[in-house]
Structure formats: structure tokens, C-alpha cells
């Protein structure tokens, strides 16, 4: 088994580090917030203020159900992980790597506020987010990267975990 599901907080390099695996390998890419997004027509933060962060939550699980083997590096959502039978769907055929991001560097990249479509509550910080989700995603993690390392340093460490 060779497929690589990246769990993770919003920003923490998911997409970025997807899709530089999938160039670099040339293997099939999919992020699963672009898949509620196309199937929306809008922003995930659209779809959030439109319908609420429950309904995100549940888009994001129909979209990783319906995702196999067939797709080799997958980027799920931060809140991927609030959702044991999609975990457990990624674990069936793939391997889960939790891009461990620390916080500060988190707040760098996407700001104190829920711009990026965070799949939780209004009114709660990023730093909540992050100290409620990092359990979660050390739970389900099966190889860990810290996520303040290179691209590059990240691919390295992967290919080795994954035989890739």
C-alpha cells in the first residue's frame, strides 16, 4: 500500500506538500477541499457561512467516501479527523501522515482568523482549533512530519516511510 492520505490544520502545507508528491512521482492528486468546493461552486468559507460548519464537516466525509485506491496522495480538510469512518475509509488504502505544524507557524500562514474556511463554530480562535484537532490528528496518524521543515526535507522523509 502506497497511497499517502496528509491530515492536518488548515495551513499547515497539506496541499502544498499533495501536490509536490504528486509532481514529483507522477501520481494522482486530490485535495478534498477543492472537491466541495467544485461540487458547490463556491469557497469552502462560502459554503461554511452559507450552510454552516456541520454541513462542511459532512461534505468533506461523502467526499473522502467516495475516494479509493485509485487516487494516490490525497489532502484531506483540517477536519477530516472529526470523522472516525473517514479515517478509518483512508486507513483501508492508505497510509496517514499528520503534517505536525506548530501553532505559531500555523497563525503565519493563515492568519488568527477563520478565513480558510475552518469547519468549526464561529466566534472560536485558531489556537482552540489547533489544541482541540491535535489530539485527533495524533490519534489517527500513522507517520508524523513536522511541517516547519522544507518541502523538499518533508518529500525526502516520506519517500523513505512510504517506499515511494
Known sequence: MNNISLIGMAGCGKSSLG???SEKYDLSFIDT?????REYKMTLEDVKKEFGYKFVRSAEEKAILGL?????IISTGGSAIYSSISMHH???FSKIIYIDTPLDVIIKRIGVGQERGL???DGISVSD????RKPLYEKFSQFTVDGSKSI???IS???????R
Not at 477541499?33 to 468546493?37: A, N, P, T, V
Open 19 to 21: 501536490m509536490a508528491i
Open 33 to 37: 477541499d477543492h472537491l466541495i468546493e
Open 68 to 72: 479509493d485506491k485509485s487516487t494516490e
Open 90 to 92: 483512508l486507513m483501508s
Open 119 to 121: 469547519a468549526v463554530p
Open 129 to 132: 482549533v489547533y489544541l482541540e
Open 152 to 154: 523538499e526535507q518533508l
Open 157 to 163: 522523509e516520506i519517500k523513505i516511510y512510504s517506499n
